[in-house]
């Protein structure tokens, strides 16, 4: 299977998926009420709040235990400053404003960039019993009457709206005759050009203030230093309290594959993770027509989803994954940001992303109930030559018609600089999750994650690596230093290829040197010695290789190497063990959680809702286990407040009695 150039995957945005970009799709043709204004009470203080922001979280959420990170950005809303939260996803963000908007009287809006996410998230609150509502172009007039009501009475504690909404200053002098008291920026990496998901839109929020107290709260899943500092610039943050969560997510399980045969490879994950949720990406449409065709032809409960797909379509697909009427969705980058499914046990990329953030955000789809799933990246060299055609191609033409150059060249740079990131990922012989760590400006303790295909001893070593690495390295300082992995290899091959003739390369010693090798593990073991710090990437559409100070003591025949078979390179991968979320589950118990899912999804279908809205499956497993008898019982499984008891409470200890 060939993969062929990728499209710009800003192509993949549905028009009904970025909330509603005009004044007449916002508010139609009828002007706002004249509000009623809501007095807001006088700040409280931290001592005062800490114990209201706990018991709120025990009676809406049941979550027992604040984690830090959690009550640091908590204290910092409560005491009125602005604040940057960079969480992983899972690592429960939005709790960071949602539980300080109850404590307080007045307002919190969040500003938030799709409909679907906006709709997710307002219903899973309504669930917990949470007043909430958002605004968008897709609710009726009724509703939206309904939603004005609730608040001119000051009986909303969050409003959900998009940043082209947010930014019309009559809609923001209303909403603070209302008594206004904070904002919330989700999805914050927005902002940034430096970021994956870049919206011009949301630049336009640092104006919103003009010198009122009005703190804002900007958090994000994925955000490098670079990121963090634009964000705090454009959103104009007032000496923001940086609060930075742990990056790593140890429930993971990272592999990287090379990629012989996408279909078949992918349907062995789909067979590890039978009847589970998973989300298979890709670069271009027509890999995910194949895919998915392979994909269901094999008997897998498969769905597509790609910008070539009318809106009706792909609205189909997105419900139907989360109704869990189907399992896995092959789809481009266009699909999941709005998608809050907290089930999905498996992410596979068919191929290699553009950069670290984008599969960081991607992979963190995977496993937001905390339980154990599994990212996979099936990998080849021609993906980065794909990705670096394509970004050259989009500059020139962004250029041609009239774009700022210095501006365009510089975004350039940087999209090159972050495909080398990714592909030194996808060839490193090291940590995984140390790996991705680090990218982020942290650090992983431990020698072994235990949750990747380096840890857990998946990858062959390379026999004699410290004689292999001295021969590569040696080869790129003969060539001058002025060539890619490519060149160097094929150098090393023995390849008479014109461009070999042209710069008489074959005339080297080396030429020929290492045929016993391929080219693809030649380049894989290259980027590994570039990721150990043997070797530098220079970046750019064609990536140049030089030597630091190691690759010279190397040379010297100092120090030692370890090499690894991996992406590209010969390789026989051991088979990855299953890793099950209800592995501590007996015969019996896997039985009573089963039906307990049965039971979830039937009541979602009766409310029209998501079953991860119902409760997920870490609360399921709980379920399964404790075997709670009553509703002081049922209270102490984690995800079961107040209402969750009240309502569903009953259904759930009848159905465990009569297990």
Same mark, same amino acid.
């Given at each position: 299977m060939t993969l062929e150039v990728p499209h710009d995957p800003r192509d993949d945005y549905e028009p009904g998926g970025l909330v509603e970009p005009t004044a007449e799709e916002i508010w139609g043709s009828e002007p706002l009420s004249e509000p009623v204004s809501v007095p807001v009470a006088h700040s409280l203080t931290w001592e005062e709040a800490e114990p209201k922001l706990h018991e709120v979280a025990r009676q809406y959420w049941g979550i027992e235990t604040l984690r830090p990170h959690q009550l640091e950005a908590?204290?910092?809303? =409560?005491?009125?400053?602005?604040? #940057?939260?960079?969480?992983?996803?899972?690592?429960?963000?939005?709790? !960071?404003?949602?539980?300080? &908007?109850?404590?307080?009287?007045? #307002?919190?809006?969040?500003?938030?960039? #799709?409909?679907?996410?906006?709709?997710?998230?307002?219903?899973?609150?309504?669930?917990?019993?949470?007043?909430?509502?958002?605004?968008?172009?897709?609710?009726?007039?009724?509703?939206?009457?309904?939603?004005?009501?609730?608040?001119?009475?000051?009986?909303?504690?969050?409003?959900?709206?998009?940043?082209?909404?947010?930014?019309?200053?009559?809609?923001?002098?209303?909403?603070?005759?209302l008594g206004l008291e904070a904002i919330a920026v989700d999805e914050a990496h927005c902002i940034s050009h430096w970021g994956h998901d870049?919206?011009?839109?949301?630049?336009?929020?640092?104006?919103?203030?003009?010198?009122?107290? #009005?703190? $804002?709260?900007?958090?994000?899943?994925?955000?490098?230093?670079?990121?963090?500092?634009?964000?705090?610039?454009?959103?104009?943050?007032?000496?923001?309290?940086?609060?930075?969560?742990?990056?790593?997510?140890?429930?993971?399980?990272?592999?990287?594959?090379?990629?012989?045969?996408?279909?078949?490879?992918? &349907?062995?994950? !789909?067979?590890?993770?039978?009847?589970?949720?998973?989300?298979?990406?890709?670069?271009?449409?027509?890999?995910?027509?194949?895919?998915?065709?392979?994909?269901?032809?094999?008997?897998?409960?498969?769905?597509?989803?790609?910008?070539?797909?009318?809106?009706?379509?792909?609205?189909?697909?997105?419900?139907?994954f989360k109704a869990e009427r189907v399992d896995v969705v092959v789809a481009t980058v266009a699909f999941g940001m709005g998608i809050d499914r907290p089930d999905v046990r498996f992410v596979a990329h068919a191929s290699m992303p553009k950069g670290v953030e984008q599969y960081v955000q991607e992979t963190g789809r995977a496993g937001r109930d905390g339980l154990p799933s599994e990212c996979v990246l099936f990998a080849k060299t021609s993906d980065r030559q794909s990705w670096g055609r394509l970004i050259e191609r989009s500059t020139q033409e962004a250029i041609s018609e009239g774009g700022d150059e210095a501006t365009l060249l510089d975004e350039e740079r940087g999209a090159m600089v972050r495909l080398e990131e990714i592909a030194s990922y996808a060839s490193a012989a090291g940590c995984r999750h140390r790996h991705l760590a680090e990218h982020f400006g942290q650090t992983l303790e431990g020698e072994s994650c235990g949750a990747c295909d380096v840890c857990l001893g998946e990858l062959e070593s390379v026999s004699d690596s410290t004689s292999l690495a001295r021969a590569l390295v040696s080869a790129v300082l003969a060539t001058g230093e002025r060539f890619g992995a490519g060149h160097v290899s094929e150098v090393l091959?023995?390849?008479?290829?014109?461009? =070999?003739?042209?710069?008489?390369?074959?005339?080297?010693?080396?030429?020929?040197?290492?045929?016993?090798?391929?080219?693809?593990?030649?380049?894989?073991?290259?980027?590994?010695l570039a990721s150990q710090g043997y070797l530098r990437v220079e970046p750019g559409p064609y990536p140049t290789l030089s030597l630091c100070s190691k690759g010279h003591s190397l040379l010297r025949g100092e120090g030692t190497v370890a090499l690894v078979k991996t992406a590209g390179a010969e390789r026989k991968a051991k088979a990855p063990r299953r890793s099950s979320a209800t592995a501590t589950l007996s015969g019996e118990g896997q039985a009573l959680f089963e039906q307990l899912r049965?039971?979830?999804?039937?009541?979602?279908?009766?409310?029209?809702?998501?079953?991860?809205? $119902?409760?997920?499956?870490?609360?399921?497993?709980?379920?399964?286990?404790?075997?709670?008898?009553?509703?002081?019982?049922?209270?102490? =499984?984690?995800? =079961?407040?107040?209402?969750?008891?009240?309502?569903?409470?009953?259904?759930?200890?009848?159905?465990?009695?009569?297990?």
């Open positions: 908590m204290q910092a809303a =409560i005491e009125g400053r602005d604040a #940057l939260v960079v969480m992983p996803t899972g690592g429960g963000k939005s709790l !960071c404003y949602q539980a300080p &908007a109850l404590v307080r009287r007045g #307002l919190t809006v969040v500003v938030s960039p #799709l409909i679907s996410l906006m709709k997710d998230q307002v219903d899973g609150l309504r669930q917990n019993g949470v007043p909430a509502a958002y605004l968008a172009s897709t609710i009726d007039e009724r509703e939206r009457d309904q939603i004005e009501n609730a608040l001119r009475s000051g009986e909303l504690k969050l409003l959900y709206v998009s940043p082209e909404r947010m930014v019309r200053q009559s809609f923001l002098d209303w909403l603070l005759r870049f919206r011009p839109e949301y630049r336009l929020l640092g104006e919103l203030r003009q010198g009122r107290h #009005l703190p $804002i709260q900007a958090l994000t899943a994925t955000a490098t230093e670079r990121v963090r500092e634009d964000i705090t610039t454009q959103l104009d943050l007032a000496d923001p309290a940086l609060i930075v969560g742990d990056f790593d997510r140890p429930n993971l399980t990272y592999r990287v594959v090379p990629r012989t045969d996408a279909l078949e490879q992918v &349907a062995e994950v !789909c067979e590890r993770h039978k009847g589970e949720g998973g989300i298979v990406y890709c670069l271009s449409r027509r890999l995910v027509e194949e895919l998915h065709e392979g994909l269901k032809s094999k008997g897998v409960r498969s769905a597509r989803y790609h910008a070539g797909l009318s809106a009706d379509e792909r609205r189909i697909t997105s419900e139907d091959r023995g390849s008479n290829a014109a461009r =070999i003739h042209k710069y008489k390369h074959n005339e080297l010693p080396c030429h020929g040197s290492l045929k016993e090798h391929t080219t693809s593990a030649m380049r894989a073991w290259l980027e590994q049965t039971l979830r999804r039937d009541l979602a279908a009766e409310r029209k809702i998501p079953p991860y809205l $119902i409760c997920n499956d870490r609360t399921l497993i709980a379920l399964a286990i404790e075997r709670p008898r009553d509703r002081a019982e049922l209270l102490a =499984i984690p995800g =079961i407040g107040e209402k969750k008891a009240s309502d569903l409470g009953p259904l759930f200890l009848r159905a465990i009695a009569g297990s």
